[in-house]
């Protein structure tokens, strides 16, 4: 017969002892080490026989559930370093990586960076975003609440860390699931008028970007996308733009990098005017090459500078806006607003679909397109209402 000895039970498969300082010791094997096949082990402590037989139930549950063993104790900004270094920079492209980093650093980590990732809730989730959606001050100064669009960016980010951390079995559900997004007034997207799109043409002539500003104002290219794209990715013979790439910077290199969705990558119709375009724009770096005798255009690109060089979306910004103050035009211009003109002005015919638009301006929903720019949409939906009233009011062939 054997004998246990005094002041220890077993429970299950775990063991509870009695400590030579009072407290009961609880530990159960949870498995065995891949590599040596010695057993893991897993220990928990109560002031009473009663306490450690109940965590290591506890324990023994979450086994069975797979999910964590015990309570994380890893502070959460310590998971959230982890988390950039490990998946998000190896991983992501630089911009993605410095917007990440930005919204941890920045955000995250000040308001709730102490608490323990096992401890960490949906309370602590929902005091983060309201942290930020209100009034604070600084020292001195007060500071006005962050926009909709900018708390969700911090939501959206912890919610992606925190999917890491419960894929690893660190956590035993994502806290962020629980708090909805923050509802904002929907940003009034700024777009160019017919004539403001002609006096900013107008302003561009002969300038090394008048090309690039009115190739995105007939295709709605991204800054990167349009920066991006090589003359490998024109075939004038089938009348097609492929979009493949997206230029980016990092450490003062450029990159060509894939879009970051499938529905990034598409291609768009080579019509006449954009063949004029592109035709001018390669006539234009003839000349600019054959004034210099550094190498040119390595990367054989579309849009570049004088010298042949990738341009930086920051000066393309400068410069655009630098052409708009010639031209006469009060808003305030970025590349982005070329994209929002295209858009607006195609829905505003009556002739497209929103599907269409959606495939041109390469988004990932359809839903993305319509809360953009449905301020397009009731011109559309006036042309088709009445083209329904024309259909039903002619009178019938006899």
Known sequence: MSMKKKGTRRAGQGTI?????GRWQAAIT????EETGNPKRVTVYGKTQDEAAKKLQEVMVRKHLNQPLTTNRQKLGEFLDHWLETTIQPKSAPSTYRYYEQMVRLYIKPVIGPVELGKLSAQHVDHLLTHWGKPRQVGKESRPPLKAHSINGIRTTLRSALATAWKYNLIPENPVARVSRIKGDQTEVVYLTQSEVGQLLKAAEGHYLGTLIEFTLRTGLRVG?????????????????RIRNQLQRHNAEFQLRPPKSSSGRRNLFLSDRLETVLQQQRANQALWQSATDDEFNPLGLVFTGIAGRPLYAKNVDAALKSIAETAEIKKTMSFHKLRHTVATHALQSGKASMVSVKDMLGHSQISVTVNTYGHAVPSALKDLAELIDETFDAKPSE
Do not use: H, Q
């Open 17 to 21: 002892v009695k400590r030579s300082d």
């Open 225 to 241: 996308e349009a920066l991006g794209l090589r003359w490998e990715d024109i075939d004038f013979v089938d009348r097609t733009i």
């Open 30 to 33: 949870v498995g065995y080490d």
